[in-house]
């Protein structure tokens, strides 16, 4: 049974960091992609981020590009999402999820497992 725990949220003040962790068991780490999705209150879920299986593809949601890093220790069967100059529309739930797919999948159905999530909250 696939098992993906986040850790690392909490409340952040604006321009400040975060770094998201999700650690995996139950899976091949190395077969899948792995990303990142995000809910904010009242809002759909929406993508923020994607690593292929070797870490060697990446793709960032326009809204993070250039703040938010994924990265990921198939070592330690782990997955990161560095948050860097955050803003109070970050503020979200954050779902880390897997993909047996080779390419970096950025839509919701794609990811057959998910993570139940950690707050991220940004004031302002």
């Known amino acids: 049974q696939v098992q993906l725990v986040e850790s690392g949220g909490g409340l952040v003040q604006a321009g400040g960091s975060l770094r998201l962790s999700c650690a995996a068991s139950g899976l091949t780490f190395g077969a899948y992609a792995l990303g990142w999705f995000r809910q904010a209150p009242g809002k759909a879920r929406e993508f923020v981020a994607v690593i292929s299986w070797s870490g060697g593809r990446t793709s960032h949601a326009d809204s993070v590009k250039g703040r938010f890093t994924i990265s990921r220790d198939n070592a330690n069967n782990t997955v990161y999402l560095q948050m860097n100059s955050l803003k109070p529309e970050d503020t979200a739930v954050y779902y880390c999820?897997?993909?047996?797919?080779?390419?970096?999948?950025?839509?919701?159905?794609?990811?057959?497992?998910w993570g139940q999530g950690t707050q991220v909250t940004v004031s302002s």
């Open positions: 999820a897997a993909a047996r797919n080779p390419y970096i999948p950025t839509w919701e159905g794609a990811f057959g497992s």
